[in-house]
Nanobody, 115 residues
Framework: QVQLVESGGGLVQAGGSLRLSCAASGNIFSFRAVGWYRQAPGKQRELVAV???????NYADSVKGRFTISRDNAKNTVYLQMNSLKPEDTAVYYCNAEKYGLGYWGQGTQVTVSS
């Protein structure tokens, strides 16, 4: 059973930074892709950033240049560094990992950006 545990969310002022962490129960290198999604109230869950085994990364247009996804295989952890935060980044952020065609989700961490 794969378990993903997010941490690092909180309340920050616009222009500030946060770093989210996602700790996986297994060898994170075994996942084909690991990424971050977010869901704001009344909106659908959307992809924020994903890192694919082999090194490719993809970002939502709305976060390009501000957010950076990285992975530490030795710690089985994926990070999302979020800079220049905006109120519209407010959402619950979820970690997702894909393995053998199956997707796994963490419980989510709240990020609130005040104006």
């Amino acid at each position: 059973q794969v378990q993903l545990v997010e941490s690092g969310g909180g309340l920050v002022q616009a222009g500030g930074s946060l770093r989210l962490s996602c700790a996986a129960s297994g060898n994170i290198f075994s996942f084909r892709a690991v990424g971050w999604y977010r869901q704001a109230p009344g909106k659908q869950r959307e992809l924020v950033a994903v890192t694919i085994r082999g090194g490719n990364t993809n970002y939502a247009d709305s976060v390009k240049g501000r957010f950076t996804i990285s992975r530490d295989n030795a710690k089985n952890t994926v990070y999302l560094q979020m800079n220049s935060l905006k109120p519209e980044d407010t959402a619950v952020y979820y970690c997702n990992a894909e393995k053998y065609g199956l997707g796994y989700w963490g419980q989510g961490t709240q990020v609130t950006v005040s104006s």
